[in-house]
């Protein structure tokens, strides 16, 4: 009487195995994307929100947010004593259109108090927690003093939100959304701390991103 064996040889376990990882692979990889392209939404629903709370701030008070003299004045949830309000005497750049870097004795830098000037006028909530990305710093800043100074942005912005450390292919996705996918160029563009251009096949994080107001 014959009995025949019953299972699995050795060959059709190993492809067994190998679609199995296969398919894991993919769900990883898919599960990736849907996290980075979120992460995307993310940046760019912050860069929409802090483009429209800018220029709402600059239409009623006729100043940037950080660039307003006697911000104390018109903001009343600002102290007197604020290290973001400050007078002409004290920053002689206060009120001249752009949002500055440059330090102020006793004070904030402009860039320091945007946050400050648009959560105390009610235009973002948050405070100045509100001015980051989970990846790192969100600065609004005139261009020429930022990281891309000597960048040629397309349209010449005069002021951007400067988005710090994104992943390059977050970096990649939000571009791919506002402008032309591709963040060598055009109006929104990555570029290195040393105002050197990303290099795609090495780097994996975009140090600065600038989107334009």
């Not at 376990?13 to 980075?36: E, F, K, P």
């Not at 001015?131 to 397309?154: E, I, K, Q, Y």
């Amino acid at each position: 009487m014959n009995h025949e064996e019953t299972g699995f040889t050795l060959i059709e376990v190993a492809v067994a195995m190998v679609i199995m990882g296969l398919i894991v692979g993919s769900g990883i990889l898919m599960g990736r994307a849907l996290i980075d392209s979120g992460h995307a939404k993310e940046i760019v629903a912050m860069a929409t929100d802090l483009n429209i709370a800018v220029k709402q701030f600059k239409e009623r008070y006729h100043y940037f947010p950080g660039d307003l003299p006697n911000a104390s004045d018109d903001i009343g949830a600002i102290a007197t004593t604020s290290a973001c309000n400050y007078s002409t005497t004290q920053n002689t750049n206060a009120g001249n259109g752009r949002i500055e870097t440059a330090a102020i004795t006793n004070k904030s830098t402009e860039v320091d108090c945007v946050a400050n000037h648009l959560y105390s006028a009610g235009f973002i909530k948050g405070g100045t927690a509100s001015m980051r990305s989970r990846f790192g710093t969100v600065s609004v800043v005139a261009t020429s003093d930022s990281h891309f100074s000597t960048a040629n942005l397309t349209g010449n912005p005069t002021h951007i939100i400067e988005f710090a450390d994104l992943p390059l292919d977050i970096a990649r996705d939000v571009d791919r959304t506002l402008d032309d996918g591709n963040i060598l160029q055009g109006r929104m563009q990555g570029i290195n701390a040393d105002g050197s251009a990303i290099d795609l096949n090495t780097q994996d994080n975009v140090p600065f991103y600038a989107v334009p107001l």
